[in-house]
């Protein structure tokens, strides 16, 4: 008889959930002093996701009862798309200004309130709508985004949008952790993209550093020992946070959850769980995975991996259904770190005509095997950071270099110059020319410069 995975894990949830509400009484504050915050998961490299990267964590220590703190950025980005290296054709310029702010009160020692706005402002090619034309698809009339429609002239810039990205209360019970409400979520070890982070869309903007968007989420984590901890969500939202998706996601069996074990055992930090992903495609298709983290040390080597495989396909195979997430980090000097990692999409073709051209379009991996490497390097008492990605198709060998330099000379402000840089084959994915009987002759891959300056306050 085939396991109804579904609800297997629905029980799991449920139980996860009850176990947390009656140990919460048995337990004392002592482990916030000595526990995970501060020995184990945060500093251990789970969180590994750009947001600890980008200071908040300093930000956001716990203050008096009644404290409200207020950090953000304000981040303006010049845009320059070129002809394709050797050829000419016409260069576009564009605008970006992003200001991000989190406020937090804090009305009691366990209790806080977060939210997170962003306001952001395109003009020329950084508006969606602009870059449609730039890379040769039809006017969308709507002025959406999300495909093709009409043949008309391109819109102009869109408006302002003000974004209310996370909101959500915290609330710490001893042992246990618990938020309500719209809250960044992201699992997984790896740097490039994460086989675990079942919560969250994937494209090529996950290398910028983004956070990862809200997702509306119940959480709760549950500390057993010192070495053992326990932790899971509840989600209203699909991957692809698609407003079409809520009005199925008030049947439980829609609901997308994930629900995790962790251990940190000498130097190496584990972790083994079941999620449902739930994502949204004229109507929401759900599918269940097992998920497993490993990071450590080997000498002078951090070691680290990540895993999810598909449950309950009809066609299942290890081959198909199996996506995988391997790295190595060398510090090979004080000043330099060195990264490689494999990944590997099981589901994706390795046939370059087999390429889907709407999810080349909505920058998602199509192919399997991929290669990435991350080389850092800081010089004069790291005011200056030069830093250098590259991926690499391994089925179709095409290519994508990252190269960015840093300077932050002057406190809470920083200054970045960059590029993205397409190579590859006729066909293949980063070589970005797509010709698809129904949108035509497109192009995606033009290089791209840009200078940005960050001011945090």
């Known amino acids: ?54 200071g908040w964590d300093n930000d956001w220590t716990p203050g008096a009862t009644g404290s409200t703190s207020l950090s953000g950025y304000l981040e303006t980005t010049g845009l320059t798309v070129l002809p394709r290296i050797g050829k000419s054709g016409e260069v576009y310029a564009g605008l970006q200004n992003v200001l991000r702010l989190r406020g937090r009160f804090e009305p009691a020692p366990s209790l806080s309130v977060t939210v997170e706005t962003e306001f952001i402002d395109r003009r020329g090619a950084t508006d969606p709508a602009v870059r449609r034309g730039i890379i040769g698809l039809p006017d969308d009339p709507d002025g959406s985004d999300d495909g093709p429609q009409g043949n008309g002239t391109v819109p102009g810039s869109s408006t302002p949008e003000l974004v209310v990205d996370y909101l959500y209360g915290s609330a710490a019970f001893g042992p246990v952790d618990l938020r309500i409400g719209r809250q960044p979520l992201a699992w997984g070890t790896a740097y490039a993209f994460n086989p675990t982070d079942l919560m969250n869309p994937s494209s090529l903007a996950d290398l910028a550093g983004l956070e990862p968007p809200g997702l509306t989420a119940v959480f709760a984590s549950l500390t057993l020992g010192q070495r053992w901890g326990l932790e899971g969500y509840l989600g209203f939202e699909d991957r692809s946070r698609n407003a079409g998706a809520v009005s199925e996601l008030d049947r439980v069996e829609n609901l997308p959850f994930g629900v995790r074990a962790r251990a940190f ?3 190496w930090d584990l972790g083994l769980g079941l999620v449902r992903a739930a994502e949204y495609s004229g109507c929401v298709a759900t599918s269940d995975y097992a998920v497993f983290e490993i990071a450590g040390a080997l000498w002078d080597l951090l070691v680290y991996g990540e895993s999810s495989i598909e449950l309950g396909a009809n066609d299942w195979s290890v081959d198909k259904h199996t996506d995988l997430a391997l790295g190595v980090q060398w510090d090979a000097l004080d000043e330099l770190s060195l990264q490689l990692e494999y990944h590997r999409r ?16 909505r920058g998602e991996l199509v192919g399997r095997d991929y290669l990435v490497g991350i080389g850092t390097l800081s010089l004069l008492d790291d005011n200056v950071g030069v830093i250098l990605a590259a991926m690499n198709n391994l089925n179709d060998r095409s290519v994508v270099f990252l190269p960015e330099v840093t300077w932050r000379g002057v406190e809470d402000f920083e200054l970045g110059l960059g590029a ?4 590859g084959p006729d066909g293949s994915e980063f070589n970005g020319r797509i010709d698809d009987d129904h ?13 940005r300056m960050t001011w945090y306050f």
Do not use: C, H
């Open 1 to 54: 008889m085939k396991p109804d995975w579904k609800r297997i894990a629905f029980i799991f949830v449920l139980a996860a959930g009850l176990v947390t509400s009656v140990a919460a009484d048995e337990w004392d504050d002592s482990w916030d002093d000595n526990g995970w915050d501060n020995g184990g998961w945060d500093n251990g490299g789970w969180d590994d996701g750009d947001w600890d990267d980008e």
């Open 265 to 267: 055992l000498g130097m």
């Open 346 to 361: 099981g589901g994706n073709a390795t046939d370059s005509a087999k390429y889907p051209p709407a999810e080349r379009l």
């Open 420 to 423: 993205s840089v397409f190579l």
């Open 439 to 451: 949108l035509g002759d497109l192009d995606t891959g033009r290089p791209q410069v840009y200078a």
